[in-house]
């Protein structure tokens, strides 16, 4: 699991760019089986949504999978914490 900020968005090609408070950054792709939950705005929890609901700057965590042979990372779950 990372934390960090969503620095890149790509909802066409489902990829962000997630930078961590050390500044490593993580070049990610959502797939059809990512469980992405982002802030409800009424009760302040989450609720699920899809990569069109993220937005740069979102504050989130990360759950990630392998390596895959491009070096980005397939996105297992995302959880926006902003």
């Known amino acids: 699991m990372i934390h960090g900020q969503i620095i890149r968005l790509d909802v066409k090609d489902s990829s962000a760019t997630i930078r961590t408070e050390s500044g490593e950054e993580h070049l990610v792709r959502f797939t059809e089986n990512t469980d992405i939950e982002v802030a409800e705005p009424c009760s302040l929890g989450t609720m699920g949504g ?33």
């Open 50 to 82: 899809t990569v069109a609901d993220l937005t740069l700057g979102y504050h989130v965590k990360v759950a990630l999978d392998d390596h895959n042979p491009d070096g980005t990372r397939n996105c297992s779950s995302l959880v926006s914490i902003s």
